[in-house]
């Protein structure tokens, strides 16, 4: 679904995004993780076709990240949610599903919205929700369209417990369905049960690509390991 070939950004003479290439297949779901400044965000924006990539390729669905055919396929979710302050709630969810011809796109949006606790401020104008509301909004646009491919960049960070739970039930669902996710955070617990596969980060390069399976064998095998300790473990400075 998604192939990254040795990926390159760099800005000036800063390398932000240091060769990395690794593949994504329908149904994954795969924690891209890493300290601060390891490169996570710059990966996703310039798979998203945010960032222009210094070298290097990406295709998804067998298509140029950049084309029209990839982007009907996927969608991104920022880090900081980015709303038009004066569309309502229900209005940015109008606007994509016209931006890309989702069918029943009212009913789904209704659904989607009512999983987030969102109906009650369907009419409300962006600029007076809080931060964990907008980015509610933003997951909701996200999920509207119904693509194959699903780019999260920090999507738990200003969540409620109850957001956070119906985030990762989705997450499930969307495998079920054949559907990929990627998806960084900082927020460990919130992925340890969903991921199958982590993409661990360190300057800018992937010093790891192993099934969860994979890394609790690389530290003894044992059911008491987290994947915090199995993180920790290999981003130490030697």
């Known amino acids: 679904m998604l192939q990254v070939e040795h990926l390159t950004k760099k800005y000036g003479r800063v390398v932000a995004v240091d060769d990395i290439s690794f593949a994504l297949h329908q149904g994954d779901i795969v924690g891209l993780l890493g300290p601060n400044g390891a ?29 029209r055919e990839a982007k009907k396929q996927y969608a991104y979710v920022p880090e900081v949610p980015e709303l038009y302050d004066m569309l309502t709630v229900r209005e940015h969810l109008e606007f994509i599903g016209y931006a890309y011809g989702v069918t029943d796109a009212a009913a789904k949006a209704e659904r989607l919205l009512e999983r987030y606790d969102l109906w009650d401020k369907k009419d409300s104008l962006a600029k007076e929700l809080s931060k964990g509301m907008k980015q509610k909004v933003s997951i909701c646009c ?97």
């Open 39 to 67: 490169g996570k965000s710059t990966t996703i924006k310039t798979i998203a076709g945010l960032l222009r990539a210094t070298a290097g390729s990406i295709t998804i669905g067998g298509h140029p990240n950049n084309s």
């Open 142 to 238: 996200g999920l509207l369209p119904e693509p194959a491919l699903y780019l999260f960049d920090e999507p738990m960070i200003g969540l409620d417990p109850k957001s956070i739970r119906e985030t990762k039930l989705i997450f499930q669902e969307l495998s079920e369905q054949g559907k990929t996710v990627l998806v960084s955070t900082h927020l460990l617990d919130s992925i340890e049960n969903l991921c199958r596969r982590v993409l661990v980060m360190k300057q800018g390069r992937i010093i790891v690509d192993m099934t969860m399976a994979e890394m609790k064998s690389k530290l003894g095998n044992s059911e008491d390991v987290s994947l915090e300790d199995l993180f920790l473990e290999v981003t130490k400075d030697e």
